[in-house]
Nanobody, 124 residues
Framework: QVQMVESGGGLVQAGASLRLSCRAS????????MGWFRQAPGKEREIIAA????????YYTDSVKGRFNISRDGAKNTVYLQMNMLKPQDTAVYYC?????????????????WGQGTQVTVSS
């Protein structure tokens, strides 16, 4: 069992930056590929970024490419999402997720463990 806790959300103005953190419990963090999802009101949960077990491979959905960066720190059992040039359409609850599948997983159903979510609100 893996428990994950997100932090770093908040209310910011358009153009600002935020860094989300997701700390995972247990000693098996390095065996998990990690993803960040978001869910806006009335919309489905969508993947926005993912990183492989080694950190060598990453994935970004088109709407965040060039603005967001995913990274991981094995020593701290933590995955980060650096979000720059935030836009009002980035407003959502952001979730981190972990999967034991090798490499990059982009499908929601492919993830085994989820955090509780953190709210990000971007005002115009």
């Amino acid at each position: 069992q893996v428990q994950m806790v997100e932090s770093g959300g908040g209310l910011v103005q358009a153009g600002a930056s935020l860094r989300l953190s997701c700390r995972a419990s247990g000693s098996t963090f390095r065996s998990f590929s990690m993803g960040w999802f978001r869910q806006a009101p009335g919309k489905e949960r969508e993947i926005i970024a993912a990183i492989s077990q080694s950190g060598a491979s990453t994935y970004y959905t088109d709407s965040v490419k060039g603005r967001f960066n995913i990274s991981r720190d094995g020593a701290k059992n933590t995955v980060y999402l650096q979000m720059n040039m935030l836009k009002p359409q980035d407003t959502a609850v952001y979730y981190c997720a972990a999967t034991s599948s090798l490499g990059i997983t982009t499908q929601r159903g492919g993830y085994d463990y989820w955090g509780q979510g953190t709210q990000v609100t971007v005002s115009s």
